[in-house]
């Protein structure tokens, strides 16, 4: 089975900084694509990093500069590291795995797409 553990979300004012970890279990860690998306309140689903399987990397416009994702395959797990956090940062993030999740991720492709999601962890930015 399948499953996605996140973690590391919380309380922050802005301009800290959090990572976040989703540990990956049940199947290789190469096989899918593995990257984050965020819903906040009252708004859809949308991606903010994802890797594909070419090793390019999907950046949310509203995350460049400032997010990083990176993955520690031995531990079979993804971290999104999130620097310089503002208000409009708080949302529900979810970790997902698919094999083409960079199109999820895009916008090209809709979230009900994903194969697998981890079940979210909440950031709360304060100003």
């Known amino acids: 089975e399948v499953q996605l553990q996140a973690s590391g979300g919380g309380l922050v004012q802005a301009g800290e900084s959090l990572r976040l970890s989703c540990v990956a279990s049940?199947?290789?860690?190469?096989?899918?694509?593995i990257g984050w998306f965020r819903q906040a309140p009252g708004k859809g689903r949308e991606g903010v990093l994802c890797?594909?399987?070419?090793?390019?990397?999907y950046v949310g416009d509203s995350v460049k500069g400032r997010f990083t994702i990176s993955s520690d395959d031995a531990k079979n797990t993804v971290y999104l590291q999130m620097n310089s956090l503002k208000p409009e940062d708080t949302a529900i993030y979810y970790c997902?795995?698919?094999?083409?999740?960079?199109?999820?991720?895009?916008?090209?492709?809709?979230?009900?797409?994903?194969?697998?999601w981890g079940q979210g962890t909440l950031v709360t930015v304060s100003s």
């Open positions: 997902a795995a698919d094999s083409l999740l960079y199109y999820v991720c895009s916008g090209r492709d809709p979230p009900s797409d994903v194969a697998h």
């Open positions: 049940g199947f290789i860690f190469g096989d899918y694509s």
């Open positions: 890797n594909s399987a070419d090793g390019s990397t």
